[in-house]
């Protein structure tokens, strides 16, 4: 199987996948700034692209995924791109995930990379003291520690933001005391300090 | 001034002596070699070759044009429910004799009832324009119109023959009696401003160099809109079988160029562009479907050549629309080499079982 190259493309309204390519020999696919959108309108648990068993090198760039996720039917787009199982090499990089249940679902143990996607954000923070506040997204965002000065605070990332658990930079804002040590999941940040309070800026990348 | 006068009565010499042969050959008795099959030329074609100039008057290759067979000389009634099966193709057997072969067959105004047609050389089908030149195929065969080289496949590289094509008209079938247009053994074969209605399926390619499609409308498809579909059943330049292991075939197909053509389907059962086996370098833009079954289908036979050379490859489609489909946008099994440009898929939301793209390898 040789490369297949699709640019600038519309994909609309699919009852299933938008794009589903599945198999051992499939090698070298690229996506390139199209918009895949309202897959999945009469049909429960399918998206934009599936790859099943792919082995050769996947690249999604640039696109635009479930902007009209429920284009003339009733379900949103279950995922903007599912990386199945025994799928090799795949970059998933700045394209826009809008309404998708869930950006991207990983199953795969290859090498898959996310990398400066965006789109509205899903992520949420959990423990931070009495209403804690965020603003941002996934890899850029400014978090306000709530009240009682907690000694920890967790930011919930959304579903399928990233492959693995992210690098996170964490820096204090003005006046807000030193951190003392971060951890990350592929679903969480957790800040460690004394007594945070005020605000912290954070990068955090897959 | 004698210089400039010299020219002048060269000149009027030349001019007179021309004339005077277009008055000689009013009169086909005034011709020295009257020849049966030039009846029908038009135009100066006719002075050419009913009034051979003397040696070293004028190069009469400078002259020559393409034989032109007019059909109403050789289709008195034009009505459109009188068989003109055997005149046209008294007309395509006039042409086919000379030397070189070919020519081109001009449809003037009118319906043409045509059963069964085929060209066996290349002969350019040129009506009067698709408002006003019409045929009306009614044949019970399964192909239409037809460029088939005789024994094909079983004829080598060296055996194809060069031209032929369509233009300038409309072709009307009975709903689903037949393909519309065949081409088997012909390089370069063309069809550009042509409007088919009514078909089973559209334009077959099976073999060939160079073939292109400009500006052809297809309406109520009952099957592919355009198949362009290469295999091993030929012959290689030493006469010996096709094979997997040369590229050397007669019955491949390379260098397909589509450019402006749309299409609808009432069948649902064919692809809007069908790209089977031995299939090269194929391009096109400007491609709308609607209401096919599939889109854009590549596949290729089991048996091919295990690195795919023999499947499709070099698939290039810019700006490629596919609406209402009912299986798959692109369907693509087995192929090398695909770029899509500005493609539109938008399936049949009634549909089941619908993917905009597959792309999977099978064999």
């Not at chain 1, 068993?53 to 760039?61: A, D, K, W």
């Not at chain 2, 698709?130 to 005789?150: E, F, K, P």
């Not at chain 2, 079983?154 to 369509?166: C, D, F, K, M, V």
Request: with cysteine; proline share 4%.
């Amino acid at each position: 199987m040789g490369k297949a190259k699709f640019s600038n493309g519309l994909f609309f309204s699919a009852q299933k996948d938008c794009v589903l390519i599945e198999g051992s020999n499939v090698t070298d696919i690229k996506f390139l700034s199209s918009d895949i959108n309202g897959c999945n309108e009469s049909n429960g648990g399918f998206g934009g692209i599936n790859l099943i068993g792919v082995s050769g090198e996947i690249n999604i760039l640039g696109n635009t995924f479930c902007e009209v996720s429920n284009y003339g039917g009733a379900f949103p787009m279950a995922y903007g791109v599912k990386v199945g199982a025994g799928t090799g090499k795949t970059q998933i990089v700045d394209n826009s995930f809008w309404d998708c249940t869930a950006r991207v679902v990983n199953v795969s143990t290859g090498n898959v990379m996310l990398r400066a996607n965006n789109g509205p954000s899903n992520a949420s923070m959990g423990s931070c003291g009495g209403n804690p506040g965020l603003q941002g997204n996934e890899q850029h965002m400014t978090i306000s520690v709530g009240t009682g000065t907690p000694s920890r605070c967790v930011v919930n990332f959304g579903s399928g933001n990233f492959s693995k658990a992210p690098t996170c930079v964490v820096s204090p804002g003005p006046g807000s005391v030193a951190i003392s040590s971060i951890a990350t999941t592929q679903t969480q940040l957790t800040i460690n300090g004394t007594k945070l309070s005020g605000t912290y800026f954070a990068i955090c990348q897959d | 001034m004698r210089l400039r006068l010299s020219v002048r009565w060269g000149s009027l010499l030349f001019w007179a002596s021309v004339i005077l042969m277009g008055l000689a050959c009013q009169s086909e008795a005034a011709c020295p070699v009257p020849n049966p099959n030039i009846n029908a030329f038009i135009g100066y074609q006719r002075l050419i070759d009913d009034c051979p100039l003397p040696a070293g008057t004028l190069n009469r290759a400078i002259m020559q044009r393409p034989a032109i067979v007019n059909a109403p000389e050789y289709c008195p009634i034009i009505d459109g429910t009188t068989d003109n099966s055997s005149c046209l193709t008294s007309a395509v057997a006039t042409l086919c004799s000379q030397s070189p072969q070919g020519g081109e067959l001009y449809l003037s105004q009118g319906n043409y009832l045509v059963r069964d047609l085929n060209m066996p050389c290349p002969i350019v089908i040129r009506g009067a324009g698709m408002s006003t030149a019409s045929i009306n195929y009614q044949g019970a065969t399964t192909a239409g119109l037809r460029w088939v080289v005789a024994g094909f496949p079983s004829i080598t590289p060296s055996h194809q023959l060069w031209g032929g094509g369509i233009s300038g008209v409309t072709l009307t079938y009975t709903s689903g009696s037949a393909d519309a247009l065949l081409v088997e053994g012909f390089n370069q074969w063309f069809a550009r401003d042509v409007k088919i209605v009514n078909p089973q399926g559209g334009v077959h390619i099976k073999s060939g160099f160079g073939q292109k499609l400009d500006n052809v409308r297809l309406e109520n498809v009952n099957g592919f809109m355009v198949k362009i579909e290469g295999d091993l059943s030929g012959r290689k330049r030493d006469g010996s079988a096709c094979s997997t292991s040369s590229p050397d075939c007669s019955s491949r197909v390379d260098f397909v160029t589509l450019d402006h053509i749309n299409s609808y389907s009432n069948g649902v059962n064919g692809h809007c562009v069908e790209l089977i086996g031995f299939a090269n370098t194929i391009m096109g833009e400007h491609i709308a479907c609607e209401g096919f079954d599939r889109g854009l289908s590549i596949t290729c036979p089991a048996g091919m050549a295990a690195d795919l050379s023999q499947c499709p490859h070099f698939i290039f489609m810019n700006d490629f629309q596919n609406e209402f489909f009912n299986s798959y946008g692109l369907y693509a099994t087995d192929f090398l080499d695909l770029k899509m440009d500005k493609p539109y898929f938008y399936g049949n939301a009634a549909a089941a079982n619908q993917n905009n793209v597959y792309i999977a390898v099978v064999n």
